[in-house]
């Protein structure tokens, strides 16, 4: 996929001498859901993404922080980043999950695990999709929770 390609040029080009270490990744779990609201985009209705709400779990399954709308990323040591995005890809699990995402760090708050966090992806999404349920006039404002869950790697400088 192309988040990956990205990934292995950004690698490539960042390190001083290949034979040394990756850049420093941290991969954390996302539990939620994704927020969507039902409105008229120029007389047709439909779900417009507003944004995450998520808690982040550690390998050990201890909670490490939230994600929510922004995109912004929150850990329990108070460091948080907001993250803009530069390549989206759907699912290879297909629509009903959210989309597989490559996302720059733009702004960084703290001293902690994510102080240093410059690239972020969002992979091995489960659900989240769109709702299939109908979005019309009568619905229009109507916000809807759809459960997910994904990988986020933050990939911080060295």
Same mark, same amino acid.
Not at 65 to 72: L, Q, T
């Given at each position: 996929?192309?988040?990956?390609? @990205?990934?292995?040029?950004?690698?490539?080009?960042?390190?001083?001498?290949?034979?040394?270490?990756?850049?420093? &990744?941290?991969? *954390?779990?996302?539990?939620?859901?994704?927020?969507?609201?039902?409105?008229?985009?120029?007389? #047709?209705?439909?779900?417009?993404?507003?944004?995450?709400?998520? $808690?982040?779990? !550690? &390998?050990?399954? #201890?909670?490490?922080?939230?994600?929510?709308?922004?995109?912004?990323?929150? &850990?329990?040591?108070?460091?948080?980043? #907001?993250? $803009?995005? *530069?390549? &989206?890809?759907?699912?290879?699990?297909?629509? /009903?999950?959210?989309?597989?995402?490559?996302?720059?760090?733009?702004?960084?708050? !703290?001293?902690?695990?994510?102080?240093?966090?410059? @690239?972020?992806? /969002?992979?091995?999404?489960?659900?989240?999709?769109?709702? +299939?349920?109908?979005? +019309?006039?009568?619905?229009? !404002? /109507? #916000?809807?929770?759809?459960?997910? +869950?994904?990988?986020? $790697? @933050? @990939?911080?400088?060295?």
């Amino acid at each position: 996929m192309k988040i990956y390609a @990205f990934l292995l040029g950004l690698c490539a080009a960042t390190l001083p001498n290949l034979a040394s270490a990756a850049p420093a &990744a941290l991969q *954390l779990i996302g539990r939620g859901v994704q927020i969507y609201v039902c409105q008229d985009n120029v007389g #047709k209705y439909g779900w417009t993404l507003e944004g995450p709400d998520a $808690t982040l779990y !550690g &390998a050990s399954g #201890k909670i490490v922080g939230r994600h929510y709308f922004g995109p912004h990323w929150q &850990a329990n040591d108070g460091s948080t980043i #907001k993250g $803009t995005v *530069l390549d &989206a890809n759907a699912s290879p699990q297909g629509p /009903r999950n959210v989309s597989w995402l490559l996302l720059s760090a733009v702004v960084q708050k !703290g001293d902690g695990i994510l102080a240093h966090v410059r @690239f972020v992806t /969002r992979t091995d999404t489960e659900g989240g999709g769109a709702p +299939t349920l109908a979005c +019309t006039a009568a619905q229009n !404002g /109507r #916000k809807k929770s759809v459960p997910y +869950t994904a990988i986020y $790697t @933050f @990939f911080s400088e060295i």
